[in-house]
């Protein structure tokens, strides 16, 4: 209720406790009642509502923040130098769900710079997520489009996906690697990954099968910060790996 003056809005709100004791045996609540300035914003359905804009409630905000430390928890593990982030597709589309969700409450007020204070507080999400600001849309960087159905296509939509990534292919009991920009980025370490798997891409060329084995244990005794993340998902009839 909006008022010129503060004796009229108790004037009312007198009467409104009056009616509701006599005709429906209620009480206002004393905690969620108070007068105050307009200019103080109104606190209403989440948001505090201004004279020319809304703002979201420190409350929502920091909820938002519990949970994307919850997330972090789950899919971020630091060891050393070394950060391995898990692309497990369940834990991400409900990490999706839940952006989308706030994204939806924050599109209504004066959230640019918020948001932006967020991503930066949060540097996970955009291993997993690209965000469109034009359009406002939260884009999954972990999942395959499912018009690519060529082992080229997909391989080319990771790369560009994951740029800065060493990419892995399973096929099979092998690993095959489709671009020289892997050997490029492999060659930056001096680690036993990046001898193990650069020795044999100089050797025998690209399109050549790597045996599993031999990768495993290169990862298994690195410990550079090139090994990034791993990614399990579905090319074609084989799991495929992104480090």
């Known amino acids: ?26 009480e206002l609540n004393p905690v969620r009642t108070r ?9 209403f359905l989440g948001y505090i509502v201004r004279r020319d804009y809304l703002l979201v409630r420190r409350r929502v905000v920091n909820h938002l923040k519990e949970k994307l430390r919850d997330f ?26 839940t952006l989308s969700s706030y994204l939806g409450h924050f599109k209504l007020a004066n959230t640019r710079n918020l948001w932006q ?15 469109d600001e034009v359009y406002g849309r ?3 960087r972990f999942k395959t489009p499912k018009g690519l159905k060529r082992v080229r296509q997909q391989y080319g939509y990771f790369r560009w996906r994951f740029p800065d990534a060493v990419l892995f292919f399973q096929v099979g009991r092998f690993f095959e690697f489709y671009s020289f ?9 001096t680690n036993g990954l ?15 099968p790597l045996s599993r084995g031999v990768v495993e244990k290169a990862v ?7 090994v990034r993340a791993v990614l399990d998902g579905s090319f074609g009839t084989g799991a495929s790996v992104v480090v």
């Open 1 to 26: 209720m909006l008022a010129n003056s503060p004796d009229q809005l108790a004037e009312w709100k007198r009467r409104i406790e009056v009616f509701l004791a006599d005709q429906l045996k209620l």
């Open 35 to 43: 007068l105050a300035p307009v200019s103080n914003g109104i606190d």
């Open 72 to 97: 972090e928890a789950q899919l971020v593990e630091q060891r050393d130098a070394v950060r391995r982030y898990r692309f497990d597709e369940v834990m991400l589309d409900q990490l999706h769900a």
């Open 117 to 131: 204070k967020i991503w930066q507080k949060y540097p996970y999400l955009a291993v997993y997520f690209e965000w």
């Open 138 to 140: 939260l884009e999954r």
């Open 181 to 189: 920009r892997d050997a490029a980025i492999a060659e930056t370490g």
């Open 194 to 208: 990046e001898s193990a798997w650069c020795a044999f891409w100089v050797s025998r060329g690209p399109l050549q």
């Open 220 to 226: 298994a005794g690195s410990g550079d910060p090139v």
